[in-house]
């Protein structure tokens, strides 16, 4: 199956502090890329999708300007907190596709954020 | 508005068989996904249906009503490691996935 990977696995950061976490799909060319964010025994919920070279589209309440998302190459996306306060920690998890249409969505392990 | 309704929580016996459901309502439909989710893991994929009928893939089964809104995830054979969260997933005419809060399976020997 589809490998996407994610760095990093976890961070630890002080508030105040911007963090850059990477989603790549190794073996496969992502033409979209989704951000999710999961409290503890929540489900899911998307932040953003981004295709490649165009802007990401974020979900009703996700601030675009904390929260900024590159999708440079058919196999990176990047999510970068911008001035990380406690709130902002939580367990991020990106996911790729091949294609628009039912294409399934394959999902990197995850980055577990925690912000002192 | 979308909507997606699974039970919160089950319980099994290893060696047995249970059956998840899951409900949805969405603007269009493009498929049910289902995916397992370990704690403190990513989920991974278990089945994709967007035709009526079952898929069976190994000890897991997946089953699609496109008229009832309906679908279920069948597990035989229950073993230890499926304790998991699984989630229902559907795809609306936007192909954006609608996630439902997850069924958290305990297994008990």
């Known amino acids: 199956g589809a490998v996407v990977s994610q760095h990093p696995s976890r961070v630890i950061c002080k508030s105040g502090t911007s963090v850059k976490i990477e989603c790549r799909s190794l073996?496969?060319?992502?033409?979209?890329m989704f951000w999710y964010r999961q409290f503890p025994k929540k489900s899911l919920m998307l932040m953003a999708t981004?295709?490649?070279?165009?802007?990401?589209?974020?979900e009703q309440g996700v601030e675009k300007d904390k929260f900024l998302i590159n999708h440079a190459s058919l196999t990176l996306s990047t999510l970068t907190v911008t001035s990380a306060h406690p709130e902002d920690s939580s367990f991020y998890i990106c996911?790729?596709?091949?294609?628009?249409?039912?294409?399934?969505?394959?999902f990197g392990p995850g980055t577990r954020l925690l912000v002192l | 508005g979308q909507n997606i309704d699974q039970p919160t929580e089950m319980t099994a016996t290893e060696g047995a068989i249970v059956q998840i459901n899951c409900t949805y309502q969405?603007?269009?439909?493009?498929?049910l996904f289902w995916y397992q989710q370990h704690a403190g893991e990513a989920p991974t994929f278990l089945s994709y249906n967007v035709l009526d009928g079952l898929e069976e893939k190994g000890r897991f089964s997946s089953f699609l009503s496109r008229s009832k809104g309906y679908s279920y995830l069948l597990l035989k054979e229950l073993q230890m490691k499926d304790s998991a969260s699984y989630l229902c997933a559907a795809m609306d005419s936007n192909y954006q996935l609608i996630w439902g809060a997850g069924t958290k399976l305990i297994i008990k020997p």
């Open positions: 996911s790729a596709r091949a294609g628009l249409s039912q294409e399934t969505q394959y």
């Open positions: 981004s295709n490649e070279g165009s802007k990401a589209t974020y």
């Open positions: 073996d496969f060319q992502a033409t979209t």
């Open positions: 969405t603007s269009g439909f493009n498929g």
